[in-house]
C-alpha cells in the first residue's frame, strides 16, 4: 500500500514495473504516460477490502455491482476481478480487459525510460535536492546568527 511515506517508493515501483524493457505490452505503458492520478478508482470497498485499480469500464461495473440495492457479494464480481483476467491485460494490451492496479501515482509518470535512465535521473534529482535543502539551511543559519546581533 502507498502512505505518505512510501509514496517515492510507490513512484519508483510503479515507474521500474513500465520501464522500456518491462514484458507489459505497449498499449499499457502508453496508457500509464497518457493518465493523471485521477484516472484511478476504488473497488471493493462495500467489501472492506478496498484497491485501488486503473480506471476502466470493468473497475466502473465492478463499483456498480458493489452499490446495487442490497449490496453485493465477492462472489457477484469474482469473474470481473480474476486474476488471469488483470494478467492478460498487460499480455494483450487491452486496458478494458480486466482490472489492474495502478495507484495516483500514474499522474507522476510521463515517460517510459530504460532501467538506467531512470535510475540516473532519480540519481540526479537526489543530488539536486540534497544540494537545495543545503542552501535553504545554511541561509536559516545566517538568518539565525543576523537576528543576534
Known sequence: ????????????????????FSPIHQNIKDKIVASTERDTIHIFRTLHNTTRVFKNKVAVEVVEIERRPGGAKFEDVRHLVSGERGRKVYENGDSDYGIWSAGVTVGLINDIPTCKELIDRLEREVEETVSNLTRVVQVQEQNTVLAKL
Open 1 to 20: 500500500m502507498c502512505t505518505v511515506e512510501r509514496f517515492e517508493y510507490c513512484y519508483i515501483s510503479s515507474t521500474l514495473i513500465f520501464s522500456f
